[in-house]
């Protein structure tokens, strides 16, 4: 696969929203926040006054080497760095996930655990050849799907998602290229695996989760977001590719670049709940029909609540 860059698309950095926000006493979360776009999306909210951030990472070293980097960039910008925790959270792993937000809830109130004020859901990977979690799902349904959304469930459970949080699905225009979602066969067990039909697949349920939870919660703040293509590790790390499948890589916008609609999600007074906002403005992005369909919505929504029970886990 090429990717093209358009010549006619002005890419915006997520940090021209430094100084054109006042997040004072705000709080921050961001999974996979050392990395890529969430690492990006970190050291600019860094420099909007939030009072605490908070970066979910599945390693500890790697949050604190980006705990440093966010730092440095907010004191390059002249800002004073919030409080920023590092909480570990494996998405492959459900009994991590669950360990995670259930002890944030279990704090809630207290000073270092406030309801959110904003939620970026980001945590991803892809996976060029299949591999099945401990709890018996294909692994990048559950790192960039069911992960995501038990956090999200626990959360709006318990009170940390409120209607103030803006919360916000890291998706990817890549959806479009599902035609069919094949809920009968999320796990890949009886068709053959390609790391794009998986990728694409577990971005595809979280717009099709999101719709869900507009409906659920009429007065809440949902978002998705397409950042890409951009240039990051995803292509690289872990993901058992020697290159990059997507040519033209070295091309590709910078994850500040990539970050700007998740900024533009969080800051925006006229996003819409249940809206998807893409690169390189902050512009809707197209869902495919798939993404739309009210029948597929609702099969995606009953196979989550009977894999986050367990159900043959
Ligand atoms: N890059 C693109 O072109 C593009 C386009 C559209 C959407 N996206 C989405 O953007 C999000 C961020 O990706 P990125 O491109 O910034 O890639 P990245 O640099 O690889 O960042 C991915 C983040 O997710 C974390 N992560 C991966 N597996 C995890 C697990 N099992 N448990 C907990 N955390 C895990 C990574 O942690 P480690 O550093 O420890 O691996 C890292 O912090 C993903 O959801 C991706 O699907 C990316």
Redesign the pocket.
């Known amino acids: 696969m090429h990717y093209k860059k358009d010549p006619d698309a002005k890419m915006i950095p997520a940090s021209s929203y430094i100084d054109r926000a006042d997040w004072n006493g705000k709080t921050a979360l961001i ?8 690492l990006a999306t970190a050291k600019v909210f860094a420099c909007l006054g939030l009072d605490r951030l908070i970066l979910a ?3 500890r070293e ?1 949050g604190e080497e980006a705990t440093n980097d966010i730092i440095q960039f907010a004191e390059q910008h002249s800002k004073r760095p919030p409080h920023i925790d590092i909480m570990e ?4 792993d459900l009994s991590s996930v669950e360990a995670f937000s259930c002890n944030y809830s279990k704090d809630l109130h207290s000073t270092t655990r406030p309801p959110l004020d904003f939620l970026i859901l ?4 892809q996976l060029n050849q299949r591999e099945t979690t401990v709890d018996g799902n294909e692994k990048t349904w559950q ?2 799907y069911l992960s995501q959304v038990c956090v999200v469930e626990e959360w709006l459970k318990s009170g940390v998602i409120t209607q103030k949080t803006r919360v916000v699905f ?1 998706s ?1 225009g ?1 959806h479009r290229l599902v035609d069919r979602l094949q809920l009968d066969d999320i796990h890949f067990q009886h068709r053959t695996y390609t790391f794009k039909d998986a990728y694409t697949q577990s ?1 595809l349920c979280q717009l099709l989760y999101m719709h869900h939870l507009v409906k659920l919660y009429p007065s809440h703040h949902f978002y998705a977001v ?5 240039k ?3 292509y690289r ?2 993901s058992g590719f020697k290159e990059c499948p997507w040519e033209g890589f070295e091309d590709r916008p910078s ?1 500040d670049e ?1 970050a700007f609609p998740i900024l533009y999600c969080c800051v925006e007074d006229k996003v819409k709940s249940g809206g998807f906002y893409a690169v390189p403005d902050g512009r809707e992005g197209e869902k495919s029909e798939e993404a739309r369909s009210v029948e597929r919505e609702e099969e995606l929504w009953k196979l989550t609540q009977r894999r986050l029970k367990r159900e043959s886990r």
Do not use: W
């Not at 999974?31 to 969430?38: L, P």
């Not at 397409?226 to 951009?230: A, D, R, T």
């Open positions: 999974t996979g926040a050392n990395s890529g776009i969430g990472v599945r390693n790697k959270i494996e998405c492959s980001n945590a991803g990977l790192v960039n890291v990817s890549m971005k397409e950042p890409g293509p951009v990051t590790e995803i790390k872990d994850p990539g």
